[in-house]
């Protein structure tokens, strides 16, 4: 007998789960552009599922912000509007600073050396020059200091706009194209919350959200 093999876990997922990651990774990679429109018919037979299967994906997607459904017109990709930069941008800066402090006040050896990993992967696709790695990355580090917050209800919260705030990253660091400038930004956030700086990481996590001032405006540009 062969010895004995590590078993893979296999985590079973619906198929309008599957759906909703297909349809939400071309939303976020710009495949599909705001205001397209989303027709249930046509998903259906261009992943040979069923249009219930295609309308539970939808409704999952309108639920995290990225589609819109309007009556007796169907879905549509959703953009960001001024308004809405503005939002997350406030939004963001509070959840993500407390988190900051939080996890600051806490860390742990194991706990700061996920943090680095995660920066790691950051920086790795930052030198590959791979902006939808490093949005990812991004995303990826700043929702492991949630985590790392300890803090129930303040994940519960992040959850609901997290797919919106991938968005929000990924129409700021378009804004703010220096891939040096991004790794410096979060090494410092990670030093502070590594070290145990509670104040120092708060703050930084709260200026690292300037970027989203940017988008604000440059949104209301093009709305003008």
């Known amino acids: 007998m062969k010895g004995n093999q590590p078993k893979s876990v ?13 349809i939400r990774e071309q939303i976020l990679n ?7 429109r989303l027709l249930e018919i046509n998903l259906a037979e261009q992943f040979n599922l069923s ?22 017109k169907g879905c549509t990709v959703s953009g960001l509007s001024s308004q809405d930069a503005w939002e997350l941008y406030t939004l963001r800066s509070a959840l993500e600073s407390l988190a900051a402090r939080l996890a600051a ?8 050396k996920e943090l680095n990993a995660a920066l790691q992967q950051l920086v790795k696709a930052a030198h590959k020059g791979s902006w939808s790695e490093v949005a990812d990355g991004d995303f990826a580090l700043h929702k492991t200091i949630i985590q790392l917050a300890g803090h129930r209800r303040l994940q519960e919260q992040y959850k609901i706009v997290e797919q919106q705030i991938r968005l929000y990253i990924i129409s700021c660091n378009a804004l703010h194209p220096d891939l040096d400038d991004i790794i410096q930004q ?19 996590a ?8 940017a988008l604000v405006e440059h949104l209301q540009e093009i709305e003008k």
């Open 10 to 22: 296999i985590i079973p997922r619906s198929l309008d789960v599957q759906a909703a990651d297909v």
């Open 186 to 204: 979060h090494q410092e956030l990670v030093n502070a919350i590594c070290s145990g700086d509670a104040s120092r990481a708060e703050k930084i």
């Open 206 to 213: 709260q200026d690292h959200n300037t970027d989203g001032k």
């Open 30 to 36: 710009g495949t599909l552009v705001p205001g397209t």
């Open 105 to 112: 006040v806490a860390i742990t050896p194991s706990q700061a």
């Open 51 to 72: 249009r219930a299967t295609i309308r539970s994906a939808l409704q999952q997607l309108t639920y995290e912000g990225l589609v819109i459904q309007l009556p007796y």
